[in-house]
Nanobody
Framework: EVQLVESGGGLVHTGGSLRLSCETS????????MAWFRQFPGKEREVVAC????????YYADSAKGRFTISSENAKNTVYLQMNSLKPEDTAVYYC????????????????????WGQGTQVTVSS
């Protein structure tokens, strides 16, 4: 059974930091691109950052560049998202996803391209 379990969300003040974790099981982690998406109320999910668990290639949305860092720990089948300098506009539900393809800018921005999803974790940034 495939599982992606996010943790680390919560409430933080503007300028604060959070580290999200996504523990996975049930598939060969190293063959997948791992991604963090977020979803605002009434909006579609948008990609935040991706990493190839195989070769470490990364992709960042413009909103994440310079503030967020994605990393993976293959020995633990886990992907992380370190979020610094958080802003109220970062408030959203954050989802972990796994896709059986290389990191390519066209594919990683399409939620439907990903094979597996976690249940999401709420991140709230207060002003």
């Amino acid at each position: 059974e495939v599982q992606l379990v996010e943790s680390g969300g919560g409430l933080v003040h503007t300028g604060g930091s959070l580290r999200l974790s996504c523990e996975t099981s049930g598939f060969t982690f190293a063959y997948f691109t791992m991604a963090w998406f977020r979803q605002f109320p009434g909006k579609e999910r948008e990609v935040v950052a991706c990493i190839s668990a195989g070769d470490g290639t990364t992709y960042y949305a413009d909103s994440a560049k310079g503030r967020f860092t994605i990393s993976s720990e293959n020995a633990k089948n886990t992907v992380y998202l370190q979020m610094n300098s958080l802003k109220p506009e970062d408030t959203a539900v954050y989802y972990c996803a796994a896709g059986r393809f290389p990191v390519t800018p066209v594919l990683v921005t399409v939620p439907g391209a990903f094979n597996y999803w976690g249940q999401g974790t709420q991140v709230t940034v207060s002003s």
